[in-house]
């Protein structure tokens, strides 16, 4: 048996979507991947198919390390196993290599995130070097009753993007950084009240998500954010509202506030010096 990381972009994108399907099979969450999805995955996330890699055992795909690259730091945004493959050491090799391969392409930090309650995961980047940076949370809250009006202005998500990159912690986990904000498009909305920002998944669904929530520097600890998030709830009612867990725990007291609920999956946002 001979294992081998073949680059991604030899392989065509429906193969690796299928790969990636494959390789979270039993996940905590379930993972289909269409070829559409894996599109958006791609450019949303900022993941470098030439730097990404299809693990190999001779000549078969037993898995799949996706690698996201801005500047100097890398994200390590999938890494699977078909389940055959799992827990006989492969995984532990392959961060191995890419590891290996991130300083030889210059960069000096890898970053992850991982759900606390994956205990392979969790051990496996432990294992290889990676530190929890702090523990990320999302909600959830069904059908809020608010009439609370405002006047909410709606505003191009580029300004909000640009905003949180100014006004937003300098370590915020990948997924809610201004370079990911940049890459929303409609029918995502942003919204704008005072100096409170939102941006959200297509309000016209039965389900919504909150993607970004930003308060600036200057105007934080009046409870801004929560007047917004109301007003949010009031101009589209009926809906099911959603936080995935990639919030950082120490915000969301902001969620708590507006009577959200938090779930139970939460991941450690993790970090490896290169
Ligand atoms: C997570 C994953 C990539 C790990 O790869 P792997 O080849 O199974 O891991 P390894 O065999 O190298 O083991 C790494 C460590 O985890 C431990 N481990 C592996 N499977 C485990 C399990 N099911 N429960 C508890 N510990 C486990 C191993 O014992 C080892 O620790 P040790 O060196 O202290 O003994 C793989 O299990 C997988 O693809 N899972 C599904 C997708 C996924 O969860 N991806 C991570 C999301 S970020």
Known sequence: ???????AHEHPIPALADLMTRSFEGYFVPVNITEAAMHTMLRHDGIDLT????????DQPIGLALIARRGWTSRLAAMGLTSNARNGGVGTW??????????SRGEKEMVLEVIEQNTAGVKLYEKVGFKKIRRLVGYKLENPQSDAAHNLEEIDIRDLARQVTYHGMKD???????ATIMQYTPPARA????????????????????HSVLVKARSRGAGLSGVLMRALFAKFPGKVWHVSPIYPEEMGFIFEHVGMERETISQWQMSRAL
């Open 1 to 7: 048996m001979t294992l081998s990381l073949q680059p």
């Open 172 to 178: 915020l986990p990948w997924q809610l950084s201004g």
């Open 51 to 58: 730097a990404s890699r299809v693990l190999m055992k001779d």
């Open 191 to 210: 919204y704008r009240l005072n100096d409170a920002y939102c941006l959200i998944s297509n309000p016209d669904a039965a389900d919504v998500a909150i």
């Open 94 to 103: 392959a961060m191995e290599q890419l590891i290996e391969e991130a300083k």
